[in-house]
């Protein structure tokens, strides 16, 4: 057996982000009478996905703190519907902060494939997102005991696609680099940057985007990593 470490991205590859983002910004529209200002819950999602892209692009290369991420995201969303409050914006990223990771939509085959996974490797997971909220997904999920690792960008003190959160991450788990493979669905952060660190690699795209990167794997379902792995 090649491989003996999997290492998992957690958000849109196990964890549905987008099902589980919506349901809560949703909740979020409504309980704040946002109908007021914006035409419907898609058109204001689509609005704080913009700015929210932008401004966690800004995190990750260390331009912005996590306390302010979370409402400057919901501060330039309201804006653009004329609402200019600070303290609204603070607290529905707040109830943002809360409540999305209590939300338990999992991406299809995500348990099924795991099961046959744990059976034959050491199963990790490495991300960038905060420690309080993936920690609080992975439990409320019940995926936490599938995992040997859990390494957030908080965890290492670098975000991926940093070579040093993957070395990081493969030290704590006392893995090598030939045996270990990455799995995850963003191209930059997961695939390259494991490639760059040398790692093989599994592109999760189930989208079937177009690129012109080479990598180790690319699926378009979990249920390929059986064929793989």
């Not at 439990?139 to 040997?148: A, D, Q």
């Not at 695939?191 to 592109?203: E, H, R, T």
């Not at 985007?209 to 249920?223: A, C, K």
Request: hydrophobic share 35%; with cysteine; net charge negative.
């Amino acid at each position: 057996m090649k491989y003996r470490h999997i290492f998992f991205d957690l958000d849109r590859t196990l964890w549905d982000f987008e099902s589980n983002m919506r349901i809560t910004l949703t909740d979020l529209f409504h309980r704040h009478s946002l109908g007021d200002y914006a035409p419907n819950p898609d058109h204001f999602i689509e609005t704080f996905n913009l700015h929210n892209s932008r401004l966690w692009n800004s995190y990750q290369n260390g331009n912005m703190k996590k306390e302010v991420l979370r409402y400057k995201r919901f501060e330039k969303t309201l804006g653009d519907y004329g609402i200019r409050s600070k303290d609204l914006a603070k607290v529905i990223g707040q109830e943002y902060i809360e409540e999305s990771p209590k939300k338990t939509a999992l991406m299809p085959h995500a348990i099924e494939v795991l099961n046959y996974l744990k059976e034959k490797y050491t199963l990790h997971i490495i991300t960038n997102g905060f420690n309080e909220v993936q920690f609080t997904k992975l439990e409320l999920c019940g995926l936490s005991n599938y995992f040997t690792k859990v390494v957030t960008s908080e965890i290492s003190g670098y975000h991926k696609p940093r070579t040093e959160a993957f070395g990081y991450t493969l030290s704590s788990a006392n893995a090598r680099k030939a045996e270990s493979i990455m799995i995850g669905d963003d191209l930059e952060a997961d695939i390259l940057g494991a490639k760059a660190f040398g790692i093989d690699q599994v592109f999760f795209n189930p989208n079937q985007e177009q690129h012109n990167h080479s990598v180790t794997h690319e699926i378009s379902s979990l249920l390929e990593l059986k064929q793989i792995l």
